[in-house]
């Protein structure tokens, strides 16, 4: 057996290893870490030194806790997502994975407080996007540069990431067809979205249970549109009624489509008709920091609303990934999160589902 042989095999045996410990890190593909039942215990947390970094934690995102059991429960998860976060960092190197200010949240508080994609089922209304021509395409985009995107908003722990998103498209789409960047309701959404048939739209938007673009698209037709965000203020929960004055509309939809799994239509979509509400998964968002995340697996069970803003031609990335060309997503989560509130996903082969469910207003009635 000769030398070069071994290099591959152990090389391989390596991999292997990794791959599989990522693989089981949470649902679908990647363990968790913690489950609801406990904190598993790990040898090398002393080489990590959590409770440095918990007391950093702590002090950085201003958090307390009732009791101390619930501050040694709490140090226990921020144990577990240290682990997870290095694992992580094995399986998307172009990112930048660590401590994150749900760092003390398992994954499955993650999910219940900050996610909130329900399963695809377009009404419907909904057209598809006519195709559009590709040639020609700016080789870097990004709507921020042309003022048709908001500042950064926080969805809090509610999961109503599918209104910010709907908002997001909404605000850009209104933008282009008037000029004036209007700041629009998401509580209006997470108050008023409520009335429409299951057996047609399959699930409906429910406040902080979460929701989808598509439908709260339908939704907005249906009411007229949204009001001033100043007008029908965030509140971060979904115990209010619903308080539309449509006296008060600031945007509305006149038509609304969706966009086939295609990079180049996407993109041509965003370029010519402002920002997309999208879907993705996930899954290694809880532990990002900064950088292109293009994990080596990740699995397309879209479970986030957020919203494409612009692409790139070439961002840091190993050689493995150098010159990678990444979409730009602002995300609701506030300023202290990723990159100022922002996602850098590489594009090609679907990263993570975000080609999955890509739709957009397409026309706004002035």
Known sequence: MDRLFLVFLLSSVVASVVIADVMNDDDPLIRQVVSDGGVEEDPDDHLLNAEHHFTLFKSKYGKTYATQEEHDYRLGVFKANLRRAKRHQLLDPSAVHGVTKFSDLTPSEFRRQFLGLKPLKLPADAQKAPILPTENLPENFDWRDHGAVTGIKDQGSCGSCWSFSTTGAMEGAHFLATGELVSLSEQQLVDCDHECDPQEYGACDSGCNGGLMTTAFEYTLKAGGLQR?????????????????????????????????????IAANLVKRGPLAVGINAVFMQTYLHGVSCPYICGRHLDHGVLLVGYGAAGYAPIRLKNKPYWIIKNSWGENWGENGYYKICKGNNVCGVDS??????????
């Open 229 to 265: 965000e100043e007008d029908y203020p965030y509140t971060g929960n979904d115990r209010g009624p619903c308080k539309f004055d449509k006296s008060k509309i600031a945007a509305s939809v006149s038509n609304f489509s969706v966009i086939s799994v295609d990079e180049d239509q």
């Open 357 to 366: 469910m890509v739709s957009t207003v397409s026309a706004i009635t002035l």
